[in-house]
């Protein structure tokens, strides 16, 4: 039986975060309730073979998940639930902004069966809450974090970006003591790119704000990286790190090209070899979600092949040469020569017995700038 991963868009936020393009709408709230049912009925429809998938994780993401109502969230997982075959121990997963949780909401969630939480913390200053346009504090996110375990989870992550603007070392250095002293599972460190049309953008162009040097944020992510790996958490994959046993089952399996589907405004699906995503209009997904659905791509064999390099690249391990031969039976050291030698080069790629892998130069660009390491 093939195993297959869920995702939930939920694009609702109590207020959009200054450096944030994702499809998310604050103000929207009346939206909700006829967003939801337009999305139970995606999912209803639905044409997946009960006997021949098996669902290993569930993630719901956003957006702010828990900024709607909890009796929102049951309802989809209950339907996901009827609609599709369960594996017994599934991973489901919520991200939750410590502003909108409260403990109804946490115990909600878990007496539905979710297990896994994720915190979108990004930062303990509440000065640089407050730049990046955060509606949470510090304290807020404890009482959050706390209120999670005492209900039970016992798989919680937590975001943390770094390269905010006027951020310093002693900053994430603080960061990382408040976070470590409650012992997540999984943490999450990202570096924060600028988008166009944000308003970190906006205050950036204008001289308002600044962001630190390059040199800076290298040394950072290092700091970072070693002070995780020294507290017992292994880095594996970029931006990635996690207690022996906690790594994200759903991103490692997007990484390593297993098929999901994705419900929701704008979400994005890989299945039946196709790479498929929703409208990202509210009238058109409302008038019917199942006629909304946009095809990016057509995999051949070769499309497969290339996209499971990049993606398995993301991964500290690597790409592992049995496994991609075991998949599509080429050897990539062979049908990638140029590429490889390119990069081994360049001493970002290095081949270290079954796996080709990012050297810790490799890593450093390719967390600063993936798609141009690519």
């Known amino acids: 039986m ?217 040394k950072i992510y290092w700091k970072v990286k070693k002070e995780l790996e020294n507290n017992g958490y292994i880095h594996y994959e970029i931006s990635n790190f996690a207690k022996p046993g906690y790594e994200s089952k759903h991103n490692v399996a997007c990484w390593n090209q297993e098929e999901y589907i994705g419900f929701g405004l704008g979400a994005h699906s890989y299945f039946d070899n196709k790479r498929y995503s929703n409208t990202i209009d509210f009238e058109e997904y409302f008038d019917w979600p199942e006629n909304s659905k946009i095809i990016h791509e057509k995999q051949n064999k070769n499309d497969k092949m290339k996209e499971y390099m990049l993606l398995g690249l993301r991964k500290l391990e690597g790409v592992k040469i049995s496994e991609f031969k075991n998949k599509f039976v080429d050897n990539p050291i062979y049908l990638y020569r140029q590429e490889l030698n390119k990069l081994i080069k360049e001493d970002l790629l290095k081949i270290d017995k079954d796996n080709i892998k990012l050297t810790n130069k490799g890593i450093d660009l390719a967390n600063l700038v993936w798609e141009e390491f690519i």
């Not at 989870?153 to 770094?162: A, H, P």
Request: overall charge neutral; hydrophobic content about 35%.
């Open 2 to 218: 093939k195993e297959l991963g869920i995702y939930v868009h939920i694009p609702f936020c109590k207020r959009k975060c200054h450096y944030c393009d994702f499809l998310s709408f604050s103000g929207a709230t009346r939206l909700i309730e006829k967003y939801v049912e337009a999305l139970k009925q995606e999912i209803d429809k639905a044409k997946v073979n009960k006997d021949e998938y098996i669902v290993k994780t569930i993630y719901f993401g956003g957006g702010t998940p828990s900024f709607i109502d909890s009796k929102y969230i049951v309802e989809i997982l209950q339907l996901i639930k009827k609609k599709f075959n369960i594996l017994q121990n599934v991973e489901i997963t919520i991200e939750a902004n410590p502003g909108t949780v409260d403990e109804q909401k946490l115990k909600d969630y878990y007496n539905a069966g979710i297990n896994r939480i994720s915190f979108g913390v990004q930062t303990t200053n509440s000065d640089l809450l407050k730049i990046v346009g955060r509606i949470h504090s510090y304290s807020s996110f404890v009482n959050g974090y706390n209120l999670a375990r005492s209900i039970g989870f016992k798989n919680i992550n937590v975001d943390l970006m770094i390269g905010l603007p006027v951020q310093r070392l002693d900053d994430v250095e603080k960061d990382l003591e408040r976070i470590l002293s409650l012992k997540p599972e999984h943490i999450s460190v990202y570096s924060l790119i600028v988008e166009e049309g944000t308003k970190i953008e906006e205050k950036l162009k204008k001289d308002e704000l600044y962001l630190p040097s390059e040199e800076e944020e290298r």
